[in-house]
């Protein structure tokens, strides 16, 4: 093959300014400004471009689309790196680098193309046979023998390497809203979009390519499509060009992909690098065209051979003829205006038609050309040229006696093939509708569902040029009321196509090939079959055939004909698997957007915030909130910071921001019958003024959160909710209320955010109260009791204070709106400096918790019952609540359920982690006895300390020798198993 | 991708909205025998076809919605709030 610019057309001159440079493999050459890689390629006689997946054939250029499962090369450098990028596609840009890939040490001479003469142990199945072991003894039998082949496998097959560095680009989101979404720019396409938009409506068209026109582009002159752009402007149609629709999906929504052109991406421009677009459309019109097939022969994956399309594009919109010497071999008329136009730019062209008869039409039209015709012909071989790695000579076959017969040599340095057309119907099989064999044209078609998701053009089946357009005009004649009955003829061709899907001869050996991107021959179809591999999806995954990037655009069909042989039945029999998304690939960056990193998640940050900040605390994610963790003094540590916090707290005095609690403020006449439901226990004697902890069940019985509830009036209560699950009770309370008990005047207020909350707590928290609160008799001993909540003045500012404890020491939590809260907790702080006075984190917080064995999330897990947690007593038996009745099933009463205990270590020195096992000593084997929550060192106590859950709880193992067992640490220690109130268990510090 | 017309909110993405149950369960009351809280809390129709649902939107006005939706095709063809009585007040006001 021999490419060549044709000099003076007019679309792309060779003057200066049109002139580009690009690199490919690091040499620098010149293009025509418009060029795709692929053409800027073939312009240069560069046509050997990769090597195959897993014979490291040399692969050239194989289409002008996004079918290509030849051209894929890498573009850009360093961070910029993008594999596997269809080289047909990706427009040129000045200074763009390019590579080969998957070929080493170069693409002319590849060490992994001795696969190719090993071939026969590749073949389909090899893997899956490898795992099996090597006949006759099944040597290897199991993971050895596929550990030594992976070796080299790895090394050899595989794609483009992408970049291991962080992608430097942005990418953006958006959504668009429109009447009508078209997608494809051909001449239906764009026929579509006028009128549509003459009825009135709002329209977007889509387009894949860089340039609008479709198969217009292909075509020798441009003046009909420049006539429908002007329409299209002057109408304001939004045009998006590089612009893939990916996937469709429900409710007439289309995933939409734009790429920005290379040159955009190198320089530092912060234009995002694709746009992720979600467009929802009433209704959507598939133009998306068909594409060329080709079939099976020995050797049709060598450079050199084309789709016949192919080479109408490299003409007609690059100006490049392949080569003065094309031979076409087709089975249908689609082929003949291709010829003609290569004969006109100065080729010798000699047509091998699969068919016996063509029309008279056909035949007056290439009367007048010196076009070699040969009917009922075809390849049966290619053979590579002398010093070359592309096409030098053909094996011809002649049809006679219904069968096909060899026929002579010819030589030949461009081969074309069009065996027939396949509709583009993958959008409307992602959505399902229903997709047909359609035997006279031997293609799939689907029609959509005529009402909102059309198919016009040739993704309908329709071959004539005229044939697309009125398609496109049809759409919009009818009453929108009624179901669209398209009336526009399938097909369209004088003769009809002849079907070809393989030629071999018993004594002509070699490799043809059905997906060439995959490497899959037509042997390895007819495996597949002969080791029962017969239906589609079975066929697929055994021969990965339409399993690469290009997911079988030109391969799937030859795969299903030779299924359909080998079984004896029709295509439609064998069927087809269903088209998933993407259409063709896209990048994971334009799914992740902006939400990348610290946009990954929403960041809730509490009031107090910024003073934790200056106050040098380390943060931890907590869900979505950022929880102040410990705050080091000088270079302190984690576990020094807070082991200091808790002995602080205990000893004086400590403050913690408590913020992340949910607050649920319940109104209503009926509030506190809702309260009663909602909690196990009872709340209707609660005197205003008062809190109370409450136990929530779900509707199962099991235990759903816990937290104190406070009186504020008599119809006003303030719930308070774990952290963890602030959202589902909140979105619980309103489901009972709006949709199971309609009938409760209640309303429901979620108010986590208007207040700060900050909890005080050691034995000089009162003593802290006094000075800052305006009325410091408010908040004595006997005005506010343990459990109890005021409405006090602080700076002038109406906060409340609560005495609740979760330390286990004399506490309060003051909770502050949500404007003053950093004033204020500066101001509490600075007052904080007259007693011995620390701040604590998370950290300190869960290490007095777990002293006290009051329970987080860690317990409350979803699997246990309120009696397992130790507090059966909180569950009321004189009145109705949620999970009253399922609580009491059987197997949640049994008396041997894990149940809440503490855990000491024997030996004091000993340390150990959360989620190791407990067992009884001698029984380390088999299903445990228990299991270890939390664990933090006590200063309390002055050991490690834990609670967890344990078979029949502190009776049950009373008397028995129990071991933790951490096998992956191979920690292994006596414990004992002790009440979970390990610290202070009577309480009395709480009452300072 | 489907959308939901919430009656206050007007038609919003599915994103905005969270599912809730299978709407024809019929809770038992608190006290009922646990055979009935049995069937409410753990039998499902997982209807194939047409259903009513309970919806919530989440990230919306919070209401929970009574959505009839087809299993299948994902088709909605009705959405109406789940309280009765705010059900007969937006009649009113409309
Ligand atoms: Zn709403």
Known sequence: MNPLRKKNQSRTDNVEENVIFFFWNNKKYFANKGDSIAAGLLANNQYVIGRSFKYHRPRGIMSAGVEEAGALVTIGNGAYTEANVRATTTELTQGLSVYSQNAWPSVKFDIGSILNVLGRFFAAGFYYKMFMGIPPFEWGRGTKIWMFFEYFIRKAAGLGQSSRLPDPDCYEHMHTHTDVLVIGTGPAGLQAAISATEEGKDVLIV?????????????????????????????????????????????????????????????????????????????????????????????????????????????????????????????????????????????????????????????????????????????????????????????????????????????????????????????????????????????????????????????????????????????????????????????????????????????????????????????????????????????????????????????NIIGLALMAEALNCSISEVGVTRFRPPYTSISLGALAGRNRQSHFKPIRRTPFNNFSIQNKGVMINAGLWQRPWYYPMESESLEAAYIREATVTRRSLGICDVSSLGKIIIQGPDSTEFINRVYTNPFSKLPVGKARYGIMLRDDGLVFDDGTTWRLSENCYLMTTTTDNASSVMARLEELLQVRWPDLSVQVTSVTEQWGGCALAGPNSRNLLTKIIDDPSEISNESLPFMGIKQVLMQNVPCYVARISFSGELAYEIYIPSDYAQSMMEFIWENGQKFECCLYGLEALGTMRIEKGHLTNSEIDGRVTIQDIGLSKMASSNKDYIGKVLKNREKLTDSDRPQLVGIFPKDKNKTFKAGALLNEAGYLNGHPLGWVTSVTYSPALGHWIALGFITGGLAYVKDKNIVLSDELRSNFLDVEIVSPQMYDPEGLRLHG | MIQIECPFCGKRDQSEFSYGRESQITFPALNADENSWYDAVFLRKNTYGRQIETWQHTHGCRSWLLVERDTVTHKIFSVKLAHTDWQKQIKKTT
């Open chain 1, 207 to 555: 387009e894949q390519d860089y340039a609008i026109g479709g198969s217009y582009l292909s075509q020798p002159d441009t003046v009909e499509l420049e006539t429908q752009i002007e329409v299209l402007k002057k109408l304001r149609v939004t045009i998006l060009t590089r612009t893939t629709a990916f996937g469709l999906y429900d409710d007439k929504t289309v995933g939409l992909v734009q790429v920005m052109p290379a040159k955009e991406y190198k320089t530092s421009s912060k234009k995002p690098r694709q746009q992720f677009n979600i467009c929802r459309a009433e209704k959507i019109i598939l133009a998306t065209g068909a594409i060329e097939r080709s079939y099976a022969f020995i050797n049709n994956d060598l450079p050199g051979i084309m789709s016949v399309s192919a080479a109408r594009t490299y003409l007609n919109r690059y100006n490049l003829l392949l080569s003065k010497n094309i031979v076409i071999s087709t089975n249908n008329d689609s082929a003949y205006e291709t010829a003609i136009e290569l004969e006109n730019a100065g080729a010798t062209i000699t047509i091998l038609d699969a068919r016996e008869q063509i029309g008279n039409k056909l035949l007056r039209q290439i009367a007048g050309s010196r076009i070699n015709l040969h009917l009922g012909s075809g390849v049966v071989k290619a053979e590579k040229g002398l010093n070359t790695s592309s096409i030098g000579k053909i094996k011809l076959v002649e049809f006679a006696n219904n069968k096909w017969r060899y026929a002579g040599n010819l030589s030949c340095d461009c081969l074309l093939i069009s065996a027939g057309w396949s509709p583009v119907i993958h959008l409307a099989s992602h959505q399902g509708y229903p997709i047909n064999w359609n035997e006279e044209n031997a293609c799939f078609l689907s029609s959509g569902d005529n009402k909102s998701i059309f198919l016009i053009g040739s993704a309908r089946g329709i071959w004539t040029k005229a044939g697309c357009i009125q398609s496109a005009k049809e759409i919009f004649q009818y009453n929108s009321r009624k179901k669209h009955k398209p009336s526009t003829v399938i097909g369209g061709w004088e003769t009809p196509l002849a079907p070809l899907y393989e030629i071999c001869l018993h004594n002509i050996k070699g490799k043809a090939f059905v997906d060439p991107q995959h490497d899959v021959t037509s042997s390895d179809i007819r495996l597949a079959y002969q080791e029962g591999f017969i239906s589609v999806e079975h066929m697929k995954r055994y021969t990965t055939l339409g399993m690469a990037t290009d997911q079988g655009k030109m391969g």
